[in-house]
């Protein structure tokens, strides 16, 4: 079956950085829109960045110029680059790939940001 497994998540500081990734299974994986979300205590799950199997990014406006999703389809695996982080960061960020009518989510990696 497939597997989405983000790995990367932990406790920094405001200011730092943090490289999330997520190593996908059994799909194929250049075909698909890759994706990072994330979920706040007490929030809905929300869109932070999606890029396409040919490398098109879009991020929401709240990580814009902080925050980078990359892959490499050679490796089955996305990436999202964290700096500048903020308390505000703070979340579940979950790692999806969707094609079509298909749509797969990881587990989740916890990061905080807190002094």
């Known amino acids: 079956q497939v597997q989405l497994v983000e790995s990367g998540g932990g406790l920094v500081q405001p200011g730092g950085s943090l490289r999330l990734s997520c190593a996908a299974s059994?799909?194929?994986?250049?075909?698909?829109?890759m994706g990072w979300y994330r979920q706040a205590p007490g929030k809905q799950r929300e869109l932070v960045a999606t890029?396409?199997?040919?490398?098109?990014?879009n991020h929401a406006d709240s990580v814009k110029g902080r925050f980078t999703i990359s892959r490499d389809n050679a490796k089955n695996t996305v990436y999202l680059q964290m700096t500048s982080l903020k308390p505000e960061d703070t979340a579940v960020y979950y790692c999806?790939?969707?094609?079509?009518?298909?749509?797969?989510w990881g587990q989740g990696t916890r990061v905080t940001v807190s002094s």
């Open positions: 999806n790939a969707h094609l079509g009518w298909f749509d797969y």
């Open positions: 059994r799909i194929i994986f250049s075909r698909y829109v």
């Open positions: 890029i396409t199997g040919n490398g098109a990014t």
